[in-house]
């Protein structure tokens, strides 16, 4: 088992900056990668980002493309999403996932997800 909290989110205006954090315990962070997803009311949850187990390669949605930053730091067993030129459409609960290495945009390959945290952007 992987257990996974985020932290970071909150209100901010639109052209703000965020950075949300997530914090793995349990079996050996770098053993997976990655993913931040991201759900508003009454959408389906969507990718966001993702990285893989060393940190060597990033993946992202387009509509974060640019703007949103996923790192790694295996020795904190933590991963990070620095959220840029943050826009009204960005509100959603963000959720960090861990699992293999494919398929990085797919919420069904993940088998480890956090709790979520809010992220609001006003206008």
């Known amino acids: 088992q992987v257990q996974l909290v985020e932290s970071g989110g909150g209100l901010v205006q639109a052209g703000g900056s965020l950075t949300l954090s997530c914090a793995a315990s349990?079996?050996?962070?770098?053993?997976?990668?990655m993913g931040w997803f991201r759900q508003a009311p009454g959408k389906e949850r969507e990718f966001v980002a993702a990285?893989?187990?060393?940190?060597?390669?990033?993946y992202y949605a387009d509509s974060v493309k640019g703007r949103f930053t996923i790192s790694r730091d295996n020795a904190k067993s933590t991963v990070y999403l620095q959220m840029n030129s943050l826009k009204p459409e960005d509100t959603a609960v963000y959720y960090c996932?861990?699992?293999?290495?494919?398929?990085?945009?797919?919420?069904?390959?993940?088998?480890?997800w956090g709790q979520g945290t809010q992220v609001t952007v006003s206008s």
């Open positions: 996932a861990a699992g293999p290495e494919r398929e990085f945009d797919d919420v069904g390959e993940y088998d480890f």
């Open positions: 349990g079996r050996t962070f770098s053993r997976y990668a």
């Open positions: 990285i893989t187990r060393s940190g060597g390669s990033t």
